[in-house]
């Protein structure tokens, strides 16, 4: 995935939902994430740079990888299930997705990938990319004559 504005259908999200929802029926238990698009990402873009903020409520720091190779940003992770641990005869309903995840983004050729920084907090990760110096938008003094 590219990092790209979002000019999308409104529906599209509940149709990927719907297809997940399809794909593995409707018990989710033994279902790894390994192939969606979990977690789901919120990009945007300043002047400075751009901000893609993952939701991953339920794991720590360690559970979560963050990677640059070749202008490619790579986040993975695994978020361990309480149902493996658990009595399974005592959970009525399960849904929650759990099992390993990877998501990639191409980066642009504008964004600095050595000036990248990470922070989880409140299980949400927020990923700063910077614009390289070249790239950010520059005020011309125009002279009047």
């Known amino acids: ?52 903020r993952a939701d991953l409520p339920g794991m720590t720091r360690e559970d979560i990888k963050v990677s640059v190779e070749d202008g490619v ?14 009595n399974k005869d005592s959970y009525y309903h399960f849904e929650r997705r759990y099992g390993k995840f990877m998501r990639s983004f191409s980066l642009p050729s504008h964004v600095d990938s050595k000036n990248i920084e990470a922070r989880y907090t409140n299980g949400v990760l927020e990923i700063s990319l910077k614009k390289t110096e070249e790239s950010k938008p520059k005020a011309i003094e125009v002279k009047v004559d």
């Open 1 to 52: 995935m590219s990092l790209i504005r979002y000019e999308g259908n409104p529906l599209t999200a509940m149709f990927e939902e719907l297809n997940d929802l399809m794909a593995g029926g409707l018990d989710w238990r033994g279902r790894e994430l390994s192939g969606s698009t979990f977690p789901r990402v919120d990009i945007t873009e300043s002047g400075e740079g751009y901000l893609i």
């Open 73 to 86: 940003l790579s986040l993975s992770g695994e978020k361990k299930s309480e149902f493996e641990s658990a």
